[in-house]
């Protein structure tokens, strides 16, 4: 696999919750770390997720904010 994208990170589907035109993917990329991305019926079916199966989290942003509590 090769993806312009520099953040990629391999996880695990640990959910598929399907609706009528999405579905929701649950990834874990780490113990207790989730990632949820919603992606078409179709591209889901396609990918032949599943429970279990390994994949990747791919993203693609061209802006990535950073917040800190003003209290701190």
Do not use: F, W
């Amino acid at each position: 696999m090769k993806v312009s994208a520099r953040n990629v990170l391999k996880g695990t589907v640990k959910a598929i919750v399907p609706g009528a035109v999405n579905a929701e993917v649950i990834i874990e990329v780490a113990p207790g770390v989730e990632i949820v991305s919603i992606i078409t019926k179709s591209s889901a079916e396609s990918l032949q997720l599943a429970e279990g199966k390994e994949v990747y989290a791919v993203v693609k942003s061209s802006d990535v904010m950073v917040a800190v509590d003003e209290h701190d």
